[in-house]
């Protein structure tokens, strides 16, 4: 604080108006606002954040001074020993200029010039556990790109202040439990942050949009029921995700959660694994099994690809749902389960009924509560959280001390329309990182993507229907033909089974179904294509 220490008359007059909000209802993301710009205040630093502890990892809840995508890292203790000397202690810590331990914010504050990479580094460092109710709550950092700026702080006004901002979150928490009900709230609560364990975390529905707010609210209205959810969406958005959401913040949501992806099965195999069969139903049945109804009775089934299913499983699939009663293959008896029913889709499946491939009886039963999942285009500045998650876990997976976007490469992420969503974009950051740290001679400690190394390239399909007005749609010009007859045709075809495959992720069986074809006869042609 370049020597100034906080009077406590300054200190007084900066906490007060903290104090008064801990009587106010105020949106949590103001509270900490707040709360971080009279930390900088008292405490002139480059950058500030509030870390909430959620298991092994440090969850960012708010900033100041440092790039938008750290909202959405997830910082893993054991990949960031400053974390954990922090937590460790009850009283504030500040490390050395001359720690050999690493920084999580190198590379990371705001506005700096990507070409000086010696200004990465953060040079000054210090931070306070923050303790509600007695457990361990999180963390209050502050970091300097110079050395020596904390030198004047007082150690006990930042205590102080530690303890203020310990009650800040305590009331946080307390307002949205007494704006929620009991252990379903709290189930709810745990849904904003729910996902799938992985190798390198958990899979989480992350982003501050409206649109994306809109549909955890939708989340929430529909997950303490036991009502029929259909979550649409495009390939790439997560609905998987949401579906997992649904559960985990049901009154189901301790008993199991059985997947089935319908796409990914011979139409052969379809009623085997929905309901079981039983021993001698068909070549092959050696023995009774249960099917994934019966599975995840008193839980939850999730149907991805539902569109996929053939006619007349949809049928049998209507019976279940409104008797909660089925027979497994080759059997006449009769089993009750008790199951609610999540299901998924990127097809318009009140287009597929007009045409004749979804039956309407089912359709109506499947979409009592539907939720579209919108595509990353619509959520304007989520994707560089999400793109901050894909950085961290990648920054792990390369052993980095920090992996970083510049200010250009952020741009172009904000630019593109993204026709793969979510999926296209973590397969971009880990390709692109595992580019750009394959390109640099020497192993560097900080490693920046910009926007060359991401290699964005407008999708002529999407960039080409947009006019310059907002939202306006023109028709494409059409390419001229070229060639004769025949490779004029060949051409078409690779398009239209390229595209398909690509749809349905290469998977023969939906592809097929999609175009009208026998499988066999598709997996002929897409090798007289190259497409194979």
């Not at 901002?165 to 942050?193: M, S």
């Not at 961290?392 to 001390?401: C, D, H, V």
Request: proline share 5%; hydrophobic share 40%.
């Amino acid at each position: 604080m370049d020597g100034v220490k906080v009077t406590s008359k300054v200190l007084l007059d900066a906490l007060l108006p903290l104090v008064a909000d801990l009587s106010r209802q105020i949106d949590d993301r103001e509270r900490y606002r707040r709360l971080l710009h009279t930390l900088r205040t008292l405490f002139p630093c480059d950058a500030a954040a509030l870390l909430r502890l959620d298991g092994d990892l440090l969850v960012p809840l708010a900033i100041d001074g440092l790039s938008s995508d750290t909202l959405g890292r997830r910082f893993r203790i054991a990949d960031h020993p400053r974390f954990g000397v922090l937590l460790a202690n009850a009283s504030p810590t500040r490390f050395p200029a001359d720690s050999n331990l690493p920084d999580p914010y190198d590379g990371l504050v705001d506005g700096l010039n990507d070409a000086n990479s010696g200004a990465l580094e953060v040079h000054d460092c210090m931070g306070c556990a923050l303790s509600v109710n007695g457990r361990p709550w999180g963390l209050v950092t502050l970091d300097a790109l110079g050395a020596g700026r904390f030198d004047g702080v007082d150690m006990a006004s930042l205590q102080a202040f530690a303890a203020l901002a310990a009650a800040t979150v305590n009331v946080a928490e307390r307002i949205d439990d007494l704006a929620q009900a009991g252990e379903q709230a709290r189930q709810r609560a745990e849904a904003y942050r729910l996902g799938l364990e992985e190798s390198q975390g958990k899979r989480e529905l992350i982003g501050q949009s409206a649109a994306q707010l809109q549909l955890m609210d939708e989340i929430r209205m529909a997950a303490p029921s036991d009502m029929t959810v259909l979550v649409t969406g495009e390939t790439g958005t997560g609905k998987e995700l949401v579906a997992h959401a649904l559960h985990a913040a049901s009154p189901r949501a301790h008993k199991p959660m059985i997947s089935l992806n319908c796409a990914a099965l011979p139409d052969t195999l379809v009623e085997s694994e929905l309901f079981g069969h039983v021993r001698g139903a068909f070549s092959g049945a050696v023995a009774d099994r249960r099917g994934k109804f019966e599975m995840a009775d008193g839980g939850t089934l999730f149907l991805d690809e539902v569109g996929e299913l053939p006619l007349a499983v949809q049928a049998k699939l209507l019976r279940v749902l409104q008797s909660g009663q089925l027979q497994r293959v080759g059997s006449d008896r009769e089993h009750r389960v008790d199951v609610r029913l999540i299901a998924a889709t990127n097809r318009d499946l009140a287009e597929e009924v007009k045409r004749g491939h979804f039956r309407a009886d089912f359709y109506h039963r499947l979409s009592v509560f539907p939720i579209r999942v919108p595509p990353l285009r619509e959520r304007g500045r989520d994707v560089l959280l999400l793109a901050g998650y894909f950085l961290e876990q990648n920054r792990a997976r390369l052993g980095l001390s920090s992996l970083r976007l510049s200010a250009h490469a952020q741009r172009a992420l904000l630019d593109y329309p993204w026709p793969g969503n979510i999926r296209e974009l973590e397969h971009l950051i880990g390709r692109s990182a595992l580019r750009a740290l394959a390109s640099q001679p020497v192993r560097p400690s900080i490693l920046t993507l910009d926007a060359a190394a991401l290699e964005l390239e407008h999708p002529p399909a999407i960039a080409s229907a947009l006019s310059p007005q907002e939202g306006t749609r023109v028709q494409p010009e059409p390419e001229p033909p070229t060639g004769g007859l025949r490779e004029a045709v060949e051409r078409f075809e690779r398009k239209l089974v390229g595209e398909a495959l690509a749809r349905h992720e290469g998977n023969l069986a939906a592809t097929a179904r999609e175009l009208g074809l026998d499988r066999a006869n598709l997996n002929r042609l897409a090798r007289r294509l190259g497409l194979r």
